[in-house]
């Protein structure tokens, strides 16, 4: 079946240790996105690729990093320089083509940090 | 800059109530309207769209109509159940410069319904 999967579904980490969120996509959608998630804020768009070895910031980009070597992975890494990281991220892909630019979402990761 | 407002909740219905969810959005271009569902602890799945003014979106017994002169994109469904129960989110695409397709969110809006 086609679709998004993050892993791990909750994850745990000290306070200052470098974190990294895995996205894969077997949709073939050129576009992936990575949201944050708290409650009563929506969500906020962290970074996105819409295209292999390219990506451009979201609007709360700092203390975080990607990487697109892959058209099917964009894994993302919360940094030690990430004020407050607990938060649930949820990742998405679309198709640059489609004109409609629906998103479709993984199922999420849940980052505590303590 | 684009944005998305939806009406505050909590929203609490009783079982085959009428739902509204208030939608308005301020937008440069042609953008396309979505409606999101999200049931707890899980991703976010796409209920509805439109892509163009007049265009109703349909899914499951809800929809909403791409209302251009008035800038909005309310959520209805006549008869909600209890399964319904989740939180709402609407949301635009933007539709040009290097942002092309990014989504607009509004804050969210959770249903309780009650049997």
């Known amino acids: 079946d086609g679709g998004i999967t993050q892993s791990p579904k909750y994850l745990f980490r000290k306070e200052g240790q470098n974190v990294t969120l895995s996205c894969e996509q077997n949709l073939n959608h050129d576009a992936m996105y990575w949201y944050r998630q708290d409650p009563g804020q929506g969500l906020r768009l962290i970074y996105y690729?819409?295209?292999?070895?390219?990506?451009q910031k979201g609007d709360i980009a700092e203390g975080y990093s990607v990487s697109r070597e892959k058209k099917e992975s964009f894994p993302l890494t919360v940094t030690s320089a990430q004020k407050n990281p607990t938060a649930f991220y949820l990742c998405a892909s679309s198709s640059m083509g489609q004109g409609f630019y629906e998103q479709y979402f993984g199922p999420g990761t849940r980052l505590t940090v303590t | 800059g684009n944005s998305v407002t939806q009406m505050e909740g909590p929203v609490t219905l009783s079982e085959e109530a009428f739902l509204t969810i208030n939608c308005t959005y301020t937008a440069t271009g042609y953008p396309s309207l979505f409606w999101y569902v999200q049931y707890p602890g899980e991703g976010l799945q796409l209920l509805l769209k439109?892509?163009?003014?007049?265009d109703k979106g349909s899914n499951k017994g809800f929809e909403a109509t791409y209302r251009k002169e008035t800038t909005s994109f309310h959520l209805e469904k006549g008869s909600v159940q209890v399964s319904d129960s989740a939180v709402y989110f609407c949301a635009l695409s933007e539709s040009y410069g290097g942002s092309q397709g990014n989504l607009i969110f509004g804050k969210g809006t959770k249903l309780s319904v009650k049997p």
């Open positions: 439109a892509t163009k003014a007049d």
């Open positions: 690729s819409q295209i292999v070895n390219d990506f």
